[in-house]
């Protein structure tokens, strides 16, 4: 009793409550300063252009007005720089997550041979690269991939940093299970995809989810690799209507009236940002436990 007496005293200091109010207003401001400007870009996208034009800011539509959307979805670039975009950010992080399982599940084995040299050897790589030229060369020149998707999916395949993540999850898994699956008379190749990989779940979930938001937001690749705009990811098509501040052949775009340059770059960009929205509860379970289990271990 004088325990429990003694904690709730303690839990009801002035230094816990001075520290839980410092606490709660950071935690109030970076709600403010996430939510704040989203709701600027949504409030734009749906309003007409006498509203959008106002000086200040806009968290709560005055008028209701879609045109911008219109406008936005009867441009057919959109669609298919979704279309590459899907394609890209389905195919590199199915490619990814199959690299990282492939190459951390090894490094995770006491017994691989010169486990230690290969594991600094990847460490060694997230410090020093070839530089922007020499990727260029390589992909352009000596793979001639450019303006392919292939150029878009492999380069960053891999990245040391994430397989050091799934390689200590692997390593945190005991190694009875193994021994017991071997017993049982399966090969390194059954146990890796039938035990291993399930139990992994949380860590590979994590990872996907990365490699997802990396693939769905990149454009500086697409800007360096591809040429025909037809090819054009969908971010790399939003840098250009937010740089250039109007859609291509937008004239030819029926069924819509005057257009505040505004209202279509907020649409283009909510549209460009709702999969990714939509996408992140059904992972966001798995990723604290996954970003933890994964950095414990050295």
């Known amino acids: 009793m004088n325990s429990e007496k003694n904690r709730k005293k303690k839990k009801h200091s002035p230094a816990n409550i001075a520290f839980d109010t410092v606490l709660y207003i950071l935690l109030f401001l970076i709600m403010a300063i996430t939510i704040i400007p989203f709701m600027e870009v949504v409030t734009i996208s749906v309003s007409p252009p006498s509203v959008a034009s106002e000086f200040g800011l806009h968290l ?13 979805f009867g441009y ?3 669609w298919r720089s979704y279309m590459n975009t899907i394609v890209r950010t389905l195919i590199g992080s199915a490619l990814s997550l199959v690299l990282y399982i492939i190459g951390a599940y090894p490094l995770s084995k006491k017994n691989l041979p010169h486990r230690k040299f290969w594991t600094l050897f990847i460490v060694f790589t997230m410090y020093f690269s070839g ?9 352009n020149n000596i793979l001639k991939i450019s303006n392919t998707l292939w150029a878009l999916v492999l380069p960053p395949a891999m990245s040391a940093y994430t397989v050091i993540i799934v390689r200590n999850f692997f390593e945190s898994i005991p190694d009875e299970l193994d021994d017991s699956a071997k017993i049982d008379g399966a090969n390194d190749i059954t146990t890796l995809f039938r035990i291993m990989v399930p139990l992994a779940k949380p860590c590979l979930a994590t990872v996907s989810l990365w490699s997802i938001v990396f693939h769905w937001n990149a454009w500086f690749d697409c ?8 090819n054009y990811v969908l971010q790399m098509l939003l840098r250009k209507i937010l740089i250039d501040g109007q859609i291509q052949d937008i004239s ?19 549209v460009s940002v709702i999969p990714i929205i939509a996408i992140y509860p059904f992972l966001q379970k798995y990723f604290t436990k996954g970003v933890m289990v994964g950095s414990v271990k050295g």
């Open 131 to 139: 530089g922007l030229i020499p990727s260029y060369l390589l992909v």
């Open 223 to 230: 800007m360096l690799y591809i040429q025909n705009e037809k």
């Open 252 to 270: 030819l775009i029926p069924g819509t009236g005057v257009v505040n340059t505004e209202t279509m770059k907020m649409a283009t960009l909510v």
């Open 60 to 72: 709560i539509p005055k008028e209701l007005d879609f045109s911008g959307y219109k406008k936005v």
């Open 76 to 78: 057919g670039q959109i």
